[in-house]
């Protein structure tokens, strides 16, 4: 059973194979609108508006687990990614995106279920197989065409997630150089152990630019696919492995 | 810049007598040493790149007692992994063989000698040391190759996509009629 809707401000799919279908939706569902409600920095009372309103001001356990995934890769980054906006504030939504769709895979787990993906505007989580009996398969969006596939892959249970510039304008911006939004990159797409370090490392590695896709390739467990705006894609050593 | 000439053909000359030194009483093989990247046009010191065996003429400045600065002399070859070959007489012996490094007007200029199959197959020029300190920093940061190809559209068959979401556009469209439908 499948089911679309917009949740956290972003289109959602999650698809589940397995009996009793429409339990585990809801019941993922449920947890994105908590998600949002406690993360969202578009809400006056969630706990990040909290936080940057009154840095003093305790913050809960997955708030502290959100942050220290940020700073964490704030440091492996060399500061590519961070959470901190040039105006000071904290948006921690690079992060929550990846996390929440784990935390949420974890929920179905914990549920029952074992075939079944997760996607959350673009980033993936898969679990178990497809239909066929066989591994799921992803196509990567081409930034320039609109429903049009440029790449297949069987990412096997690994999480996925593509940073781009095709979505809502230049939202992703290179903290080095704030007035330049990332032009020469189109698109990264990052295939990851789990979603958490897939779509932490997609948003720092696009904000790179070019040199992206290096830093994703001496990132052992990762491979990645990236896309400049001439149309050339580039890919790390092990990412031809993956492809269909 | 005559200074350098001379040391150029020095060199030459000291190439010259090394292979001179080594040729046997074969038919008239002829070696082709490789130039360094500025050529000596001072013919008194026979500078043409080819040299016979039996054209000891071209060595007659200083090959007798093998000087210049530095060059190697009697046949010395300080730094060099192979023997010296006996007389004038025998073959080569295969194997590597390098020079003494002949001091030349724009640095050190070392010779090594290929042999094999019992014949002079190469002459190589080895040129440092700035050069080689320059293509050993170039070495280093040598970036590893990464596949690229040009993306275009594929037909396989998915379950889902990844990707920059749709266009602002199209995204606004749907969320403006979803909140419709939630209106209602």
């Known amino acids: 059973m499948k089911d679309s809707r917009i949740s956290m401000g972003m289109p959602v799919s999650i698809e589940i194979l397995d009996i009793d279908a429409a339990r585990g939706i ?34 809960s356990a997955d708030l502290t687990e959100i942050l220290s995934l940020g700073e964490k890769t704030r440091e492996e980054s060399g500061g590519f990614f961070d959470m901190r906006r040039p105006d000071g504030y904290i948006d921690p939504t690079g992060i929550v995106k990846g996390w ?13 279920y074992q075939n079944f993906y997760i996607d959350v505007g673009g980033d993936v989580a898969f679990s178990g197989k497809n239909e066929a009996g066989g591994d799921w398969q992803l196509g990567i969006r081409s930034p320039f065409v609109r429903g049009e596939i440029v790449k297949a892959i069987a990412p096997g249970s690994r999480g996925v997630a593509t940073s781009g510039s095709a979505a809502r304008g230049d939202h992703i911006y290179n903290p080095h150089d704030p007035e330049h939004p990332i032009r020469d990159v189109v698109s990264i797409t990052v295939v990851g152990p789990d979603i958490v370090t897939a779509d932490r490392y997609a948003t720092a590695a696009f904000a790179m630019g070019q040199d992206g ?13 990236q896309i400049s705006a001439a149309g050339i894609a580039t890919m790390t050593s092990g990412f031809r492995a993956l492809s269909v | 810049m005559k200074r350098y000439l001379i040391s150029a053909g020095l060199i030459f000359t000291s190439i010259a007598y090394l292979i001179a030194q080594h040729l046997g009483a074969d038919d008239g093989e002829h070696v082709v040493v490789a130039p360094p990247t500025s050529t000596s046009t ?24 093998g000087t210049g600065s530095g060059s190697s002399s009697s046949g010395s070859q300080s730094g060099g992994t192979g023997t010296t070959g006996s007389t004038s007489a025998g073959k080569y012996i295969d194997g590597s063989y390098t020079g003494t490094a002949a001091n030349a007007f724009y640095g050190y200029v070392q010779v090594k000698a290929v042999v094999s199959g019992g014949k002079l197959t190469a002459v190589q020029i080895l040129e440092y040391p700035n050069d080689r300190s320059t293509s050993r ?48």
Do not use: W
């Open chain 2, 42 to 65: 001072d013919t008194s010191v026979g500078s043409s790149p080819t040299y016979s065996q039996t054209a000891s003429s071209s060595t007659s400045t200083g090959s007798d007692t």
């Open chain 1, 26 to 59: 809801d019941a993922a569902y449920a947890y994105f609108d908590e998600v949002d409600r406690r993360f969202s920095t578009y809400r006056d009372d969630s706990e990040v508006a909290q936080m940057n309103r009154d840095p003093q001001h305790a913050v």
């Open chain 1, 213 to 225: 896709i290096r830093f994703i390739e001496a990132i052992p467990g990762c491979e990645g696919y």
């Open chain 1, 100 to 112: 929440a769709i784990q935390k949420a895979a974890d929920l179905l787990a914990s549920l029952g």
């Open chain 2, 137 to 184: 920093y170039i070495n280093s940061q040598a970036l590893p190759y990464l596949e690229q190809e040009a993306v275009a559209a594929q037909s396989a068959s998915i379950n889902t996509v990844s990707g920059a979401s749709d266009t602002s556009q199209a995204f606004r469209e749907s969320l403006a009629s979803a909140l419709t439908q939630a209106k209602s």
